[in-house]
């Protein structure tokens, strides 16, 4: 069974620093993009960004609301991606889930539950 | 940067056909991806590659495309498909969602 499973929200405050994580399982990691979206309470999904397999150089890419304060990274070994937030702000608070590109299978096939991440003093 | 526009609501009776539209100039270069997200829940994958519906999704579910805008057709729409609806697509510098449209079935 294909599980993601994000974890490391919580409280922080405006300019401080936050990493999350999501943990997969029920496929070949190795193999996949991984995705991260996020979602304000009351409002629309938002991409803030994504990483590439080794295949593809671990090739990451942002939107450009955290370009430059945040970085996604990898490793391939325990199946987990993250999200490292740097320089927070009060409107990156939200729900981040994490979410996949695997193979031949649409993207965004499966999410995680998501995680709550404040930024407030 | 890329922007994908979405009406903010559409009202239907049930059984009637809902349309919700996704205007993006990078459209007919790139797929559009349909996902149904309910109150408190993670999204769900509707409609893939413009218009291919994945296992499990209900066949009054379909998608299309015409220039620059998607749409996502339901056919006969159910109660239980009120929800919010958001097209995904990518350009050179990576993805973008819609805003998201709010769909009542009532």
């Known amino acids: 069974e294909v599980q993601l499973a994000e974890s490391g929200g919580g409280l922080v405050q405006p300019g401080g620093s936050l990493k999350l994580s999501c943990a997969a399982s029920?496929?070949?990691?190795?193999?996949?993009?991984v995705h991260w979206v996020r979602q304000a309470s009351g409002k629309g999904l938002e991409w803030v960004g994504r990483?590439?397999?080794?295949?593809?150089?671990?090739?990451?890419a942002y939107a450009a609301s955290v370009k430059g304060r945040f970085t996604i990274s990898r490793d391939d070994s325990k199946n987990t991606a993250y999200l490292q937030m740097n320089s927070l702000k009060t409107e990156d608070t939200a729900v981040y889930y994490c979410t996949r590109v695997y193979g031949d299978q649409p993207p965004f096939d499966y999410w995680g539950q998501g995680t709550l991440v404040t930024v407030s003093s | 940067s890329y922007e994908l526009t979405q009406p903010p609501s559409v009202s239907v009776s049930p059984g009637q056909t809902a349309r919700i539209t996704c205007s993006g100039d990078a459209l007919p270069k790139n797929y559009a991806y349909w996902y149904q997200q309910k109150s408190g829940q993670a999204p769900v994958l509707v409609i893939y590659e413009d218009s291919n519906r994945p296992s499990g999704i209900p066949e009054r579910f379909s998608g299309s495309t015409s220039g620059t805008m998607a749409t996502l057709t339901i056919t006969g729409a159910q109660v239980e498909d009120e929800a919010d609806y958001y097209c995904?697509?990518?350009?050179?510098?990576?993805?973008?969602f819609g805003g998201g449209t709010k769909l009542t079935v009532l």
């Open positions: 029920g496929f070949t990691f190795s193999g996949s993009a």
């Open positions: 995904y697509s990518t350009d050179s510098s990576g993805g973008v």
């Open positions: 990483i590439r397999s080794k295949t593809n150089n671990y090739a990451t």
